[in-house]
């Protein structure tokens, strides 16, 4: 069975820094895109950063831009989001979520968030305050 598990989240300062990992289990993660994605108390789900089976091209929100990296190690069958300089807006549940095929990272981090294609875990939570 497909799975993934996000691990990494915990209480920050803000200007500090997390690294999460989403772990797969039950397939390899060669074949599929990942995506962060996170949510609020309160709001919708949100696209953080995607990464592609392939070529590696990734998205990244403009919230996050120059700040989160999103890498894959695919030895390890693990995909990581490292965040830096983390704000307290950026307090949310993460989730990392894989499918199989898309179209672009972009699509799969913004148009495509409600699919019934992706594979979601069950989240870490990430809290920035002093």
């Known amino acids: 069975q497909l799975q993934v598990v996000e691990s990494g989240g915990g209480l920050v300062q803000p200007g500090g820094s997390l690294r999460l990992s989403c772990a797969a289990s039950g397939f390899t993660l060669d074949y599929y895109a990942i995506g962060w994605f996170r949510q609020a108390p309160g709001k919708e789900r949100e696209g953080v950063s995607c990464?592609?089976?392939?070529?590696?091209?990734?998205y990244y929100a403009d919230s996050v831009k120059g700040r989160f990296t999103i890498s894959r190690d695919n030895a390890k069958n693990t995909v990581y989001l490292q965040m830096n300089n983390l704000k307290p807006e950026d307090t949310a549940v993460y989730y990392c979520a894989a499918r199989e095929r898309i179209t672009t990272v972009q699509a799969m981090c913004v148009m495509n968030i409600r699919s019934r294609l992706l594979n979601w875990g069950q989240g870490t939570q990430v809290t920035v305050s002093s």
């Open positions: 990464i592609s089976r392939s070529d590696g091209s990734t």
